[in-house]
């Protein structure tokens, strides 16, 4: 048996797991484990944009699952807010690619990387938890938040970490901050697909065998995530999202202070 065979299986093998893992993460605290298999999928895959393009659908998956297994959590003011704002962002965040396209005269954005973005978003988390002044977040803000989610989902891939602060700064049950948020991020991930398919020349029917089994891993990681997540108290689960969303923004900055040596 080939060498080269053995070490895809073995590689195809430690996404599966890890997708599933991941996913039940998500569904326990809500976050932490899109920005975790996006990780993950760097290590493994070697070309950033498909990693980012991949991670979108395996993520609008997972986040389709969520949303649908906590459907009646669902803060809809919010998610109607989101939505709203994310649709300039995401075109915006089209018009930013074709621009680079330009500049850099090449043939598609596959050919461009792009990966400044996320230890800014790690100092941002770092800000919003720990430095800025307390003051209750308004719905209006959700707004805005979508319209910044769109533009960077298409460049870092999990724009989870962005966006859950503002979600674990307003009083809502854990049900909803998991239902509302995925809901969110669904969107995201749905809207950015022609982006990839247009501008970065990505097939994804042509990688299905890839793809398919790390969707499977997801769903039913977040089906047993849903049945751990009952036996969680809400103080502890706002405790474990706080806790993970300051280990993601450290792991943001470290990663690219450690690229810097």
């Known amino acids: 048996m080939p060498r080269s065979y053995i070490k895809t299986m073995i590689e195809s093998i430690i996404l599966v797991i890890a997708a599933f893992l991941t996913a039940t993460l998500s569904a326990i605290i809500g976050?932490?484990?899109?920005?975790?298999l996006l990780g993950i999928m760097a290590i493994v895959m070697p070309e950033g944009y498909l990693v980012v393009a991949y991670h979108g659908i395996i993520q609008l998956v997972s986040n389709v699952t969520r949303t649908t297994v906590y459907r009646d959590a669902i803060d809809r003011?919010?998610?109607?807010?989101?939505?709203?704002?994310i649709i300039p962002g995401l075109i915006l965040a089209a018009g930013v690619v074709y621009g680079l396209i330009q500049?850099?005269?090449?043939?598609?954005?596959?050919?461009?990387?792009?990966?400044?973005?996320k230890p800014l978003i790690g100092l941002y988390i770092i800000w919003f938890?720990?430095?800025?002044?307390?003051?209750?977040?308004?719905?209006?803000?959700?707004?805005?938040?979508?319209s910044l989610s769109g533009l960077v989902t298409v460049f870092i891939g999990a724009a989870g970490p962005l966006i859950?602060?503002?979600f674990i700064s307003k009083d809502?049950?854990?049900?909803?901050?998991?239902?509302?948020?995925?809901?969110?991020?669904?969107?995201?991930?749905?809207?950015?697909?022609?982006?990839?398919?247009?501008?970065f020349g990505v097939n994804y029917l042509a990688d299905w065998s890839v793809i398919l089994p790390l969707v499977l891993a997801v769903y039913f990681g977040t089906k047993f995530g849903k049945k751990m997540l009952g036996k969680l108290?809400?103080?502890?689960?706002?405790?474990?999202?706080?806790?993970a969303l300051t280990l993601i923004a450290i792991r943001l900055v470290a990663m690219e202070l450690l690229n810097l040596l």
């Open 31 to 36: 976050m932490g484990g899109g920005v975790t």
């Open 77 to 85: 003011p919010i998610l109607s807010r989101f939505a709203m704002g």
């Open 172 to 199: 809502i049950k854990k049900e909803s901050v998991i239902a509302t948020k995925a809901a969110c991020q669904a969107i995201g991930h749905f809207g950015k697909m022609p982006i990839f398919i247009f501008l």
């Open 233 to 243: 108290p809400e103080k502890t689960f706002k405790m474990l999202f706080r806790g």
């Open 164 to 166: 859950a602060p503002f």
């Open 103 to 117: 500049f850099y005269d090449v043939s598609s954005a596959s050919e461009i990387k792009i990966d400044f973005l």
């Open 129 to 146: 938890l720990y430095l800025r002044k307390k003051k209750p977040i308004s719905d209006q803000a959700f707004l805005w938040m979508g």
